[in-house]
């Protein structure tokens, strides 16, 4: 399993504008987060794992927002029930990291990224920093410029 230290590690050897930050409580929650680095929860991004036709897809949205399968599977030009959300044992499998502390790069293996166009509304947002107790303070644009992703509506009409 990976840790926060091989993020740190990732992070410096790939000269990635960003700060890992330690945090002093667990934030199992998008609220708990934001009021542990004193922002607001819009703030706070979510690093999901998808699969589509057993392929696996991040997904990258604000963490009050629910990301929509029906978007990703029109993108992908697949039926939403090939669009799965990925469980606790795949997650870790595949990045590397468990869930709730997943980064939005240096996982255990590339993996094609998808991110909402609300996390670019803001200047600097916080991801999971590849443990329980560290997030990832960065600007969205570093983390497109990084992971190559393709900005998408998420969210759909839901």
Not at 104 to 114: A, E, R, S, V, Y
Not at 139 to 158: F, H, K, N, Q, Y
Request: glycine fraction near 8%.
């Amino acid at each position: 399993m990976l840790e926060s230290s091989n993020l740190a590690v990732w992070i410096e050897d790939n000269t990635i504008r960003a700060d890992l930050i330690k945090l002093s409580v667990h934030t199992p929650t998008v609220e708990d987060a934001a009021q542990a680095v004193g922002t607001s929860p819009s703030q706070i991004v979510k690093t999901l794992l998808f699969t589509v036709d057993g392929e696996p897809v991040v997904a990258i949205a604000c963490g009050t927002s629910r990301v929509d399968r029906r978007t990703i599977a029109a993108y992908f030009g697949v039926g939403r029930k090939r669009v799965k959300l990925a469980g606790a044992e795949a997650v870790l499998e595949l990045t590397g990291y468990p869930v709730g502390a997943v980064p939005p790069f240096g996982l255990k293996q590339q993996i094609q990224t998808l991110i909402d166009p609300r996390v670019l509304e803001h200047t600097e947002v916080y991801a999971g920093g590849g443990a329980i107790d560290s997030l990832l303070r960065i600007s969205p644009s570093e983390i497109v410029r990084v992971t190559g992703a393709v900005v998408l509506d998420l969210l759909g009409t839901t």
